[in-house]
């Protein structure tokens, strides 16, 4: 079931990207045409800063292909970092799959943990800006019952 809702989203996002494109200047005038055209301007605006895949580590007698990863890019929007990303359970072993982000700014140090029993995308993260002191965007990613399983090491994406 969540496959198919996966394939379903995948297809309505590739759909309304593509309708961003192909909108004439007329139509980009129009309320729902705009917005598309906007976004599918501002993304390819910006050059695109891929990071990884991070990996969880080896646990349970799994092999390379049953760990969960995590890959992605970042771009820099007017000042704003922003980090995109998808984190992948290859195995679908029912196992949960966690991310971490750790970021750094003038407030301290900041982490943040997500998990899925399958995929997660993660769409425009983030905000930080140079001027509050951002300097530092960590991803590690782990795999297990508990949020500190079979984890893999810190992976610097920024």
């Known amino acids: 079931m969540s496959k198919i809702r ?9 759909g309304s990207l593509a ?8 139509q980009a005038a129009t309320g729902a045409a705009q917005g598309s055209a906007i ?13 990884g895949p991070y990996y969880s580590r080896f646990g349970g007698g799994e092999s390379f292909g049953g760990r969960s990863s995590f ?19 290859r ?3 029912r196992e949960y799959s966690y991310v971490w982000f750790k970021w750094h700014d003038n407030s301290g140090s900041h ?10 995308h993660f769409d425009r ?11 530092d965007f960590k991803i590690r990613v ?17």
């Not at 996966?6 to 309505?12: C, E, F, P, Q, Y």
């Not at 982490?111 to 997660?120: A, D, E, H, P, S």
């Not at 993260?125 to 300097?135: L, T, V, Y």
Request: proline share 1%; aromatic share 20%; with cysteine.
């Open 142 to 158: 782990c795999e297990g019952d508990g949020k500190f399983d079979d984890c893999g090491s810190w992976g610097d994406a920024f």
């Open 19 to 26: 309708a961003g494109l192909t909108a004439t200047p007329a």
């Open 91 to 93: 195995d679908h072993d």
């Open 39 to 51: 976004s599918a301007q501002g993304a390819q605006g910006f050059t695109k800063h891929f990071f």
């Open 71 to 89: 890959k992605g890019y970042w771009y820099n929007d007017h000042g704003r970092y922003w980090f995109f990303g998808d984190l992948t359970d």
């Open 111 to 120: 982490v943040k943990v997500y998990k899925t029993f399958g995929g997660l």
């Open 125 to 135: 993260f983030g905000g930080f800006r140079k001027s509050n002191g951002f300097d």
């Open 6 to 14: 996966t394939l379903l989203v995948g297809t309505a996002l590739a």
